[in-house]
């Protein structure tokens, strides 16, 4: 089969699981995040801030097994992000092969109260600078620093997406973290476009999915929407953006 035809077949094994319907057989969906990175020979530390090294762990991984989906594609821990800003709760042991986040709280539940009385105000004040060790000496070359990863972090996404879509035939899976459509913003690196807006920085992108080649987006919290001001849309974005972190 083709890798168009394959994609089909394999779309069409978990529909027929879906619908209770016995498929021609069981479909193998490969949840990998890490082992991918152990399988190839590579460090955790390498290949989480090489995206090159990345994108052959994923490829070496699908060369070797015969896999129907893919849980990652090596986009689960997107570290540079974050630590173009100073952030650094995640923690990486090569020699002991670990990967995971320390941890921490951004709102204690005493402060519930304070936080429901002025969400804004708690976010900025408290929050973020909890988040961000940093955060209150930023400028704005900092946040274009992390809006670049971020880029970087996007154009990595939409690559490697491709090459497992159409070389491999892989159908993707919507990703259940994501508020954005499928252009490779995370929620983690999120909360960099929210700091990013808010410093006043703006850029274009054009995003690689197909079905968004002809328009051009700016980013805003909830969604990728047609080019205009970018907005702080709701304060449980904002919280959210604030709050989520990936542990191994």
């Known amino acids: 089969m083709t890798p168009q035809e394959l ?7 978990f529909r027929d699981c879906a619908a209770w319907r016995k498929p021609e057989r069981v479909p193998f969906l490969a949840n990998i995040v890490t082992w991918k990175i152990i399988d190839s020979g590579y460090k955790f ?12 762990c994923v490829t070496n991984f699908l060369d070797k097994y015969n896999v129907d989906v893919l849980t990652d594609t090596g ?33 204690e539940k005493q402060e519930l109260a304070e936080l429901a009385q002025d969400t804004d105000k708690f976010v900025w004040e408290k929050m973020l600078p909890r ?13 274009q ?27 993707a899976l919507t990703s ?16 960099v476009v929210y700091l990013w807006i808010c410093a006043g920085i703006r850029m274009t992108c ?14 805003s919290l909830r969604r ?12 449980a974005s904002i919280l959210a953006l604030c709050c989520w972190h990936t542990p191994s």
Not at 45 to 56: N, P, Q, R
Not at 131 to 143: A, G, T
Not at 179 to 185: D, E, K, L, S, Y
């Open 7 to 13: 994609k089909q077949h394999r779309i069409q094994l």
């Open 45 to 56: 530390s390498e290949a989480l801030h090489d995206y090159d090294i990345m994108s052959k």
């Open 75 to 107: 986009v689960r821990n997107p570290m540079r992000i974050p630590e173009a800003i100073g952030e650094s709760y995640y923690y990486v042991n090569d020699e002991a092969e670990a990967l995971g986040v320390h941890a921490y709280s951004l709102c």
């Open 131 to 143: 988040k961000f060790p940093n955060f209150q000496h930023l400028k704005k070359e900092d946040f």
């Open 145 to 171: 620093r992390a809006l670049d990863e971020q880029l970087a972090f996007n154009n990595y996404t939409a690559g490697i997406t491709k090459v497992v879509r159409e070389q491999y035939g892989l159908p």
């Open 176 to 191: 259940l973290k994501c508020g954005f459509p499928n252009a490779g913003v995370a929620w983690f690196g999120a909360s």
């Open 206 to 219: 054009w995003p690689a999915s197909t079905h968004m080649k002809r328009k051009r987006w700016t980013p």
């Open 224 to 235: 990728f929407t047609p080019l205009r001001t970018a907005r702080i849309r709701t304060p």
